[in-house]
């Protein structure tokens, strides 16, 4: 019976930490651009589903994120996303937008690429990107 608590129990304590997508979308080609939290480390990964050329981890603290930001004005509301992502040389800007308008959404999402502070490329998302 001990070991079936115990058992239990690891099980539970396994799961609280699971993997969480914070964001998704499809760039060019059909390759992915997503973000996973896992506990409080964040990985990002660009590349083809289930088989990405670029994926790294970033921790908690290394992570420098703006949190959503809401503007309104008199005929949209527009929300803001920015996460920024390091690793080695580079800086990965993630940026996610949707602007309200009356009963319409419009969805403008993507990655600015730095290197040494140089903006290098943008990649932008074709899809609607599933937002947590």
Request: one cysteine or more; glycine letters at 4%; proline letters at 3%.
């Amino acid at each position: 019976m001990k070991p079936i608590i115990l058992l239990a129990l690891m099980l539970l304590a396994t799961t609280s930490f699971a993997e969480q997508l914070i964001f998704s979308c499809k760039a060019r080609w059909g390759k992915e651009i997503k973000v996973i939290q896992d506990g409080v480390n964040y990985q990002f990964s660009y590349g083809w589903p289930n088989k990405p050329r670029l994926v790294f981890n970033n921790s908690e603290s290394q992570l420098k994120e703006h949190a959503a930001n809401w503007e309104d004005n008199e005929t949209s509301r527009v929300g803001l996303r920015n996460m920024f992502f390091q690793h080695g040389v580079y800086t990965y800007h993630l940026r996610s937008s949707i602007n309200r308008m009356k009963d319409e959404y419009i969805y403008h999402a993507g990655v600015y690429v730095f290197k040494n502070d140089k903006k290098q490329k943008y990649i932008k998302c074709l899809t609607q990107p599933s937002v947590r």
